[in-house]
């Protein structure tokens, strides 16, 4: 090649970098001409989306959407807030947006609340604070209660204290606060924590197939427990199946949106169809006893045990700021003072603290228990995962964040965190489904000897109670086996309602028979109140006849009639003591006995295996 050649080549990869670069900067231009026009002259227009309450399948509210200009390529929100944001006009548009989904909203007169997208950024700014958006609520006639600023990360979020004193502000002008994308974000669940919202959307990812996934389906249970304690609402968007809309349902999320309930519009129904409120009002006797099912877990918390770095008491902060500067993946330090934990120090506590103007200089050459939680979760290390998850839903998010500290007879061993602690309750929970009779969701065969055994080697006094339905085949050939497993799902519901969840075990040995470990004191009155119940509701399934004449007839094989009584049920109670069974065999085979004689009795009845008490009682003597 000549040089004559590569220099005609450079000319040309010049020529054409600038011919780039230029049509780039008349893109942009372009762009930004339109932005200027769509604000100048307020070319949006708002689609809203109802939000409904599951359990009425009432409508809450509607959230306010944005559309550009339909000719336009910013007719997009996402374009549009793309292009906002790099030429710096992210909050001029979002104010543009809300005044025009508010105007609408006010026009077109929808019943309940408006949630209204802001993001963090926009929600810090000056005017924000001084009532701006709250004016011209005052000016369309909203009453503030009615509106829900729910919060949208397009960018990460630093200054948490900042954020909750804008939160505060807006609550205090009678706002209630949402936060969009729960478990997306950048930082969504220390958004949660921080700001202490009333409502959390989950991320439409966790929502869509969650029918089909047993690891989304844990997702959205742990939320919705977490939710619970915490008194928010959840609500689940993204809903675009009726399959993804039944499982919300059993799960008792409060909240659905999603195209499967209503498209955004620009103007939406004012009630929810015919079709979504039948299945909304459809048998939810299955998804109770699948979220009330428990599945007593194996493992103990020393499984999820790391031993991290730990630091003593008189540590300075600066000291403690070069652990976590040397370490990017060390998140939590523990403070232990002579095999003895105080507290713990959270990385993104302490770096926020710093960032602050003359917080280094003021903290940096005094002791770490400046920036320590001093009331973290202490758990012995044989403390069951299942105990564990109870304590972290009752206590303050933020100690979910911190994690566990494990300890041995109260001596310091290591750190559990709260990641790894979902992770091992979800697996199990997975495990337990795996083993889960398919119609009740009550723990099958697998579990139940595994929980006797587990009460066997721990020598812990329990009450097995064997629950068996009679004369229910009759019923099954005559009514159809539809009407049969309805029976069976009602006895599981029955069987839940009077067990106690954090002492008691139910599991579905299979067909129409049952098993209850009582480690409830009062287990015998709550026999008795399993039984009044069951007598009640069985009649339901019952004509008035058949109930009048307290059975009825039906042909055998040979052809003759034969009078059926109602289904009844019956209980056959054994106590198990310490070093009296060895397996679950045994306890099983004795329980068995012991419903066979409560068989023997008409009606519903309780038979209570006496012989156990007898034999104790002979050997004091």
Not at 412 to 418: A, M, R, W
Not at 567 to 585: A, I
């Amino acid at each position: 090649m000549t040089d004559d050649t590569l220099e005609y080549a450079f000319y040309e990869a010049v020529s054409d970098s600038v011919t780039s670069e230029t049509l780039s900067q008349e893109k942009n231009a372009a762009v930004l001409t339109q932005l200027h026009r769509i604000i100048r002259h307020q070319l949006l227009s708002a689609r809203f989306q109802p939000i409904i309450q599951m359990h009425s399948g009432e409508i809450l509210g509607y959230e306010g959407l944005i559309r550009g200009p339909s000719d336009s390529a910013l007719h997009s929100p996402l374009n549009l807030f793309k292009a906002a944001a790099e030429h710096h006009l992210t909050v001029t548009v979002e104010h543009l947006c809300r005044r025009i989904v508010l105007e609408q909203f006010a026009a077109l007169n929808l019943p309940g609340k408006l949630f209204l997208n802001v993001s963090p950024e926009c929600l810090l700014q000056r005017d924000a604070k001084h009532g701006e958006t709250l004016d011209y609520i005052h000016e369309l006639g909203i009453n503030p209660q009615r509106v829900i600023i729910e919060l949208t990360e397009y960018q990460p979020t630093h200054d948490y204290s900042l954020l909750r004193e804008a939160v505060l502000h807006y609550r205090n002008m009678g706002f209630e606060i949402a936060i969009d994308d729960l478990g997306e974000g950048f930082s969504s669940l220390r958004l949660w924590s921080e700001l202490k919202p009333e409502y959390v959307k989950i991320d439409m990812h966790f929502i869509q197939g969650i029918d089909l996934d047993p690891v989304k389906m844990q997702f959205v249970r742990s939320i919705q427990s977490i939710a619970e304690q915490c008194g928010t609402h959840v609500v689940a968007e993204g809903i675009e199946t009726q399959a993804e809309l039944i499982a919300i349902r059993d799960l008792g999320v409060s909240c659905g949106q999603g195209y499967h309930i209503a498209r955004p519009h620009a103007t939406p129904d004012k009630a929810i169809s015919a079709n979504v409120a039948k299945l909304l009002s459809g048998h939810l006797s299955n998804g109770k006893l699948r979220q009330n099912a428990r599945f007593e877990p194996e493992s103990t918390i020393e499984k999820i045990l790391k031993t991290p770095i730990t630091v003593r008491s008189s540590m300075l902060n600066n000291e403690v700021d070069a652990l976590f500067l040397r370490d990017p993946k060390l998140q939590i330090i523990p403070i232990v003072d002579d095999g003895i934990a105080i507290g713990l120090i959270n990385r993104y506590h302490m770096i926020d603290c710093f960032a602050r103007p003359f917080q280094r200089e003021l903290y940096g050459k005094k002791a770490c228990t400046v920036f320590m939680e001093a009331l973290p979760i202490i758990v012995d290390k044989n403390t069951s995962m299942q105990e564990v998850s109870h304590i972290i839903v009752e206590a303050n998010p933020d100690q979910l964040i911190n994690g566990i500290i494990i300890t041995d007879q109260g001596q310091y061993l290591g750190l559990g965190t709260g990641p790894d602690l979902m992770r091992e309750i979800t697996q199990m929970q997975i495990k337990a489904a795996r083993y889960a009779n398919p119609l009740t969701q009550l723990p099958g065969n697998v579990p139940i000897n595994e929980h006797i055994d587990e009460l066997l080697q721990k020598h812990t006094s329990f009450v097995a109670c064997y629950c068996d339905l009679d004369h229910f085949k009759p019923f099954n050939d005559m009514y159809g086996y539809r009407r049969g497993d309805d029976i069976i799902q009602m006895t599981g519901e029955v069987l839940m309602q009077h067990c106690d969840a954090q002492h008691d075990f139910i599991g579905h040995i299979g067909g129409d028979d049952f098993i209850i470990l009582f480690q409830s004191s009062d287990w015998e009155q709550r026999c008795q109140a399993i039984l009044e119940n069951f007598a009640s509701a069985i009649q339901d399934f019952y004509s008035h006849e058949d109930k009048a004449h307290g059975g009825y007839l039906s042909e055998d094989r040979q052809g003759k009639k034969v009078f059926h009584p109602l289904v009844s049920l019956s209980l056959g109670v054994v106590k198990s003591r310490p070093q009296q069974y060895y397996s679950h065999h045994q306890i099983s085979i004795a329980a068995s006995d012991a419903k066979k004689q409560a068989k023997k009795i008409h009606g519903n009845s309780l038979f209570i295996d006496r012989r156990s008490e007898t034999e104790a009682n002979s050997l004091q003597k």
